[in-house]
Nanobody, 123 residues
Framework: QVTLVESGGGLVQAGGSLSVSCAAS????????MVWFRQAPGKEREFVAA????????AYADSLKGRFTISRDNAKNTVYLQMDSAKPEDTAVYYC????????????????WGQGTQVTVSS
């Protein structure tokens, strides 16, 4: 089992950059695929980006490619999401999640979730 805690959310101006982090407990972090989802008010939770246990494979939502970057540091039990050229439509609660299986965009495949961190992009 793994416990996840997100941090780094906040307010950023449109066009700016922000990085959010997700720290995991436990000694088996490196065996989990990690993912970021986000949920805007009144909308369903949507896939943002995923990274394999080794960091060698990543996947992104098509609409976010080129602006968002997912990475991980297994020595620090942490996964990161770098957001560049932020847009007001990026405003959402960002959640990290973990899975024992391969990376996937399917929300039901991720058994462990953090509490989320709010990101607000002002226009």
């Amino acid at each position: 089992q793994v416990t996840l805690v997100e941090s780094g959310g906040g307010l950023v101006q449109a066009g700016g950059s922000l990085s959010v982090s997700c720290a995991a407990s436990g000694r088996t972090f490196s065996s989990y695929s990690m993912v970021w989802f986000r949920q805007a008010p009144g909308k369903e939770r949507e896939f943002v980006a995923a990274i394999s246990w080794s960091g060698g494979t990543t996947a992104y939502a098509d609409s976010l490619k080129g602006r968002f970057t997912i990475s991980r540091d297994n020595a620090k039990n942490t996964v990161y999401l770098q957001m560049d050229s932020a847009k007001p439509e990026d405003t959402a609660v960002y959640y990290c999640a973990a899975s024992r299986g391969p990376i996937t965009t399917l929300i039901r495949k991720y058994a462990y979730w953090g509490q989320g961190t709010q990101v607000t992009v002002s226009s």
